[in-house]
């Protein structure tokens, strides 16, 4: 094996090494940031949520009821205003939602889907928990859902006990069929966020290969410079100076001396070599004219 092929194959072992464990290493991380970028806009989307629901109760309920004499009206219950308001945001970004899914809702519109199911019966299984994060893959791509649990306070059973305790404007408007008979205390569903993580993740991949392509360039690199290197300063030297050497040895006359230029360790060596040449040339012609 030449000394060239020796060199390239433990620069490309140590190229593939590098490259693989880099990619090994930052490729979880890149997407791990990806997925802490979604979670906190996510956050900031039940934030918001969780204010305009506050906003809501506290400011705009009072000011209906007066004004309106006890009157039922939608756009006071906070749950309606946070959907109504994440409408909005939908329809401008159609891979972002807010929903509040319920079990048994009284908008058949926000009952619970299969998956929500699941997350409702998780809170419900440990009351303690107060967040879940889970990803799922979509037709969108792959979705980070933050959920919180949506509990029955007593406040919530004056619209959401019996049909008879409830406004009856509420009744009229959804019936007495739905959104009713729950408990106190009870996880009755979720407020869930859904935020795509499809351009996220993308972006971790396109990252990850950026840095990957710019590593194996510098290997690349690395390898022709040396290649260069050894070509110039080692191996086409050592040819010379064992052609040098065979024709000596072989009894050629008229050898030409190789000098390597420059004053590293090769070209000691060729100056080490010319003068055992020339010592060899003068024992050789002492040896001659004994014998002549
Ligand atoms: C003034 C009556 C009223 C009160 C008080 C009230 N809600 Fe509601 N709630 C409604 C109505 C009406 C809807 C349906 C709104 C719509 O059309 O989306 C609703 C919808 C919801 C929904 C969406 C699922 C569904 O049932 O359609 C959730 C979740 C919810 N309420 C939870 C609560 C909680 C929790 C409380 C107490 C903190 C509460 N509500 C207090 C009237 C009320």
Not at 41 to 68: D, K, V, W
């Amino acid at each position: 094996m030449g000394i060239r092929l020796k060199f390239n194959l433990v620069l490309v072992a140590v190229g593939a090494t590098g490259v693989g464990l880099f990619a090994l290493i930052s490729g979880p991380y890149l997407r791990e940031q990806a997925r802490e970028e979604v979670l906190v806009r996510s956050r900031i989307m039940m934030a918001s949520a969780a204010g305009i629901r506050n906003y809501t109760s506290e400011e705009i309920a009072p000011l209906l009821s007066e004004t309106n004499k006890g009157k039922f009206h939608p756009q006071a219950v906070s749950s309606y205003a946070a959907m109504k308001n994440f409408s909005v945001l939908h329809a401008e970004f159609p891979n972002y939602s807010y929903r509040e899914a319920a079990l048994n809702p009284t908008n058949p519109a926000d009952r619970a889907t299969e998956s929500e199911v699941d997350i409702i019966s998780d809170f419900r299984a440990s009351p303690a928990k107060q967040e879940l994060v889970s990803e799922r893959e979509t037709h969108l791509g792959r979705v980070l859902y933050l959920s919180r649990p949506l509990v029955a306070t007593e406040n919530c059973l004056i619209c959401h006990d019996v049909p008879d305790r409830a406004p009856p404007d509420m009744v009229t408007k959804y019936g007495r069929q739905n959104g009713f008979g729950w408990k106190l205390n009870e996880v009755i569903g979720a407020q869930i966020v859904s935020v795509p993580m499809a351009v996220p993740l993308a972006n971790a991949a396109s990252s990850l290969n950026l840095f990957l392509l710019q590593l194996g360039a510098v290997f690349a690199l690395l390898m022709v410079l040396i290649n260069l290197l050894l070509r110039s300063s080692i191996i086409q030297p050592i040819l010379q100076m064992a052609r040098v050497a065979g024709d000596v040895s072989m009894g050629k006359p008229n050898v030409e001396e190789y000098v390597k230029s420059g004053s590293d360790e090769v070209a000691s060596l060729s100056a080490s070599l010319n003068r055992m040449k020339r010592s060899l040339d003068e024992a050789m012609k002492l040896l001659n004219a004994k014998q002549k």
